[in-house]
């Protein structure tokens, strides 16, 4: 399974940005996609997971009311629009493919992708 984030950039704060996710490969080997993130200095962070059977999604509490995750099963892509950024969620986006169903934990997936980069200035 390949993974390729895009759509990062700089944006200001309470501002949009939309970022997206194409997998491809051997798709059939991954029940969800996940976006986490990572901060200068901090560990990776899971900030939301969709399912692609069912679109049952899932969200970091930092980011409920704030992220929609999003499937298109024909396309194969996973989008996550931001939206009320703040400067707290400046970080490298990375999506990621997992076989479990605990989406929450980084470890539980088994492919990932280059991140892409998400700037919120104040």
């Known amino acids: 399974v390949q993974l390729q984030a895009s759509g990062g950039g700089l944006v200001q704060a309470g501002g949009s940005l939309r970022v997206s996710c194409t997998v491809s490969?051997?798709?059939?080997?991954?029940?969800?996609i996940g976006w986490f993130r990572q901060a200068p200095g901090k560990e990776r962070e899971f900030v939301a997971a969709?399912?692609?059977?069912?679109?049952?999604?899932y969200y970091a509490d930092s980011v409920k009311g704030r992220f929609t995750i999003s499937r298109d099963n024909a396309k194969n892509t996973v989008d996550l629009q931001m939206n009320s950024l703040k400067p707290e969620d400046t970080a490298v986006y990375s999506c990621?493919?997992?076989?479990?169903?605990?989406?929450?934990?980084?470890?539980?997936?088994?492919?990932w992708g280059p991140g892409t980069q998400v700037t919120v200035s104040s």
């Open positions: 490969g051997r798709t059939y080997l991954s029940n969800a």
């Open positions: 990621a493919a997992t076989q479990s169903i605990y989406y929450y934990t980084e470890k539980n997936y088994n492919y």
């Open positions: 969709i399912r692609w059977n069912s679109g049952s999604t």
